[in-house]
């Protein structure tokens, strides 16, 4: 436990000193987004990379708390640090609701289960037109205030965002190695044996899919709160391939290869603008190279790739 706490610590440093170094507007912006997709890879690792359950609607979820927020917000006047937790809670108890029966299903089965959830979810974001705007988008969140501090710049946004970033990965490095996160691990190696050790794997998977949602929600009501702006194109099926990606190059079951997964998957296709067209194709095939080659992810991986190269300039140096 001390060990995880010093590698926290050493993180948040990094993440908290990190606008020393990049100080321009522009990439400021784009720390920003990593830190919101962190948030997102986490929550959806929590339910794939611990508990093994894939899910394919995780931007619904994303979605549902920054329409929530907004429409709260926005139209009704409501003080955002109120709609903010009434969004998770309301994702929460729909997720809790929804997981019950789709979390019954295994396999492909579970994925195409919470596929049709993500779009039926983004089709009601663009056909709700009086209440979210339709395609049009919503408008006129106001930035996130306390007192007469406004986040509304990207620095500000910047320590705002990480703030609650840096809250949720200690809160998952903990889970992760508490008794919950080894019945977790323990639904993911196998269910059955995880029922004979006395594990409620129905009830913890509904759980765990619960959590993950909130979470999602948190950054969702962030993220609407960040841009002032939401509109359904945010949270459609190519963004959930998107945070899948993620999680699977960072590494499952790693809080910190979520982190990773998230800042490569966030700066890339900024390097990329001139292949926009072509993201999903791009995703797909980081996806297969890290299946095939460096299955345990970027955070497993390149610890290895380091040790291999190690080894072959000690033999060449004994050659």
């Known amino acids: 436990m001390k060990r995880e706490l010093l590698k926290f610590l050493f993180f948040a440093v990094l993440i908290l000193a990190a606008p020393l170094v990049f100080t321009g507007g522009y990439l400021m912006n784009v720390l920003v987004f990593v830190g919101i997709n962190t948030m997102l890879a986490v929550a959806l690792n929590l339910l794939l990379g611990y508990a093994g359950q894939i899910s394919l609607g995780h931007a619904g979820f994303f979605g549902i708390g920054a329409y929530l927020s907004g429409i709260l917000t926005a139209t009704y006047g409501w003080n955002a640090w109120l709609a903010m937790p009434l969004a998770a809670l309301t994702v929460g108890i729909l997720a809790g609701l929804i997981g019950f029966p789709i979390l019954k299903l295994k396999g492909h089965y579970l994925a195409m ?38 986040f509304d710049n990207d620095l500000k946004n910047y320590y705002l965002i990480w703030t609650f970033g840096l809250a949720v990965v200690l809160f998952c490095v903990n889970l992760a190695g508490s008794r919950v996160g080894r019945a977790l691990r323990a639904v993911n190696d196998s ?39 939401v509109s359904p194109a945010s949270f459609g099926f190519n963004f959930s391939v998107e945070l899948l990606t993620m999680v699977v190059i960072g590494g499952l079951g790693s809080v910190y290869g979520s982190f990773l997964g998230a800042a490569l998957l966030t700066l890339l296709p900024e390097l990329l603008r001139g292949a926009q067209d072509y ?17 345990g992810g970027l955070v497993r991986g390149l610890p290895e790739l380091f040790r291999r190269a190690a080894r072959r300039r000690e033999g060449a140096g004994n050659a």
Not at 114 to 125: D, K, N, Q
Not at 193 to 221: E, N
């Open 279 to 295: 993201d999903i194709i791009i995703y797909g095939g980081l996806l297969m190279i890290m299946v095939m080659f460096m299955p």
């Open 191 to 229: 269910e059955v044996a995880a029922r004979v050790m006395g594990v409620d794997a129905r009830i913890l998977k509904v759980q765990v899919f619960a959590l993950s949602a909130v979470i999602s929600s948190l950054a969702g009501s962030l993220y609407a709160h960040t841009m002032t702006f």
């Open 113 to 150: 289960a919470t596929l049709g959830l993500g779009i039926i979810i983004y089709i009601v974001f663009n056909e709700t037109v009086d209440l979210t705007g339709g395609p049009s988008g919503l408008s006129g969140i106001p930035n996130l205030a306390i007192g007469s501090l406004v």
